[in-house]
């Protein structure tokens, strides 16, 4: 199969992928997707180093005990985050990026998310500073291309931004959702948080005291960043009884993962290789609307966990 140079010549590691289904489809078979995150994780040169972050996760408590609501955790399971702190430097773009879509949305889920012109073009500029301007992202890119997926950049650009961005009802018809607001700034539905699986708006909300760690029920077997961790918290009066994330990875690594998950195993289980291990992520489809041809956007995304 010949490839075409796509975005400045950046099409790398061909080893992992396999020939196109001549009937129509395409071929993305569990070893691929271990392999293609393989190297994601190795492409990632924006995730935290043990110097940026420290992580205190203090109680380990068994799954049993994840609806108690009980407060294991004198400490902040984030105390320091030196990224974050640097958000203006032009040398860390993804954040910046991630951080300026993150306080455009009403948590409450029956209200519907209006946005400015402005918001709109920080949607825009997070998915493409993301997966146009880092190896990460060019990466996932020419993977799903080879694999007939998509068969343009800007066509792959366009249909993140809407199973990602594009709105939906989650309550009382209103357009009060989207696949980044649940699983990336978190929503409160029936009493309790919903969605919440990035872990730089955890530690931001945590450093404002708007959250409060209680403890983890699960530790991935990672030893650097980064990491997998399932938390039980309290968001200014909601509770999550498990809200798992992959802790210390950059905006772009993140996104790409449940992009990657959410492409190739829309409604189920996604099985990743980070470092070696494996890391199961689980998808699902919103089956009520859809936008374009019939496609359906993302209803979540999270790490599984035991």
Not at 69 to 77: E, S, Y
Request: charged share 20%.
């Amino acid at each position: 199969v010949a490839v075409e140079v796509v975005n400045c010549c950046f099409i790398s590691l061909i080893f992992h992928i396999k020939i196109i289904d001549l009937s129509g489809g395409s071929v993305v078979s569990d070893a691929d997707i271990k392999s293609i995150s393989q190297v994601l994780f190795t492409l990632d040169s924006n995730k935290a180093s043990a110097s940026q972050l420290i992580l205190e996760p203090q109680t380990l408590i068994p799954d049993s005990q994840t609806s108690a609501q009980t407060d294991h955790a004198p400490k902040p399971i984030i105390p320091v985050f030196k990224v974050v702190e640097m958000r203006s430097s032009s040398s860390l773009p993804t954040y910046a990026a991630l951080l300026a879509v993150l306080d455009n949305y009403r948590r409450m889920t029956g209200q519907t998310e209006a946005f400015t012109q402005q918001q709109l073009q920080e949607q825009e500029h997070f998915v493409r500073e993301t997966m146009s301007n880092t190896e990460v992202g060019r990466e996932l890119f020419a993977f799903l291309y080879t694999k007939g997926v998509y068969s343009s950049e800007e066509e792959f650009l366009q249909d993140l931004k809407m199973m990602w961005f594009g709105l939906y009802s989650r309550s009382n018809g209103q357009l009060d959702s989207s696949g980044f607001e649940h699983i990336f700034a978190g929503e409160v539905k029936g009493g309790k948080v919903s969605g919440f699986h990035n872990w730089i708006q955890f530690y931001l909300l945590e450093k404002r005291g708007q959250l409060n760690y209680y403890s983890h029920s699960f530790n991935g077997p990672w030893t650097s960043y980064p990491d997998v961790l399932g938390m039980q918290f309290n968001w200014d009066g909601y509770y999550k009884q498990v809200g798992s994330a992959v802790i210390g990875c950059s905006p772009e690594f993140d996104f790409a993962l449940y992009s990657l998950c959410y492409i190739t195993r829309p409604g189920k289980m996604c099985r990743l290789s980070l470092g070696g291990k494996e890391l199961r992520i689980q998808t699902y489809t919103w089956d009520k609307t859809t936008y374009g041809d019939g496609k359906k956007y993302i209803g979540s995304a999270f790490p599984a966990t035991p």
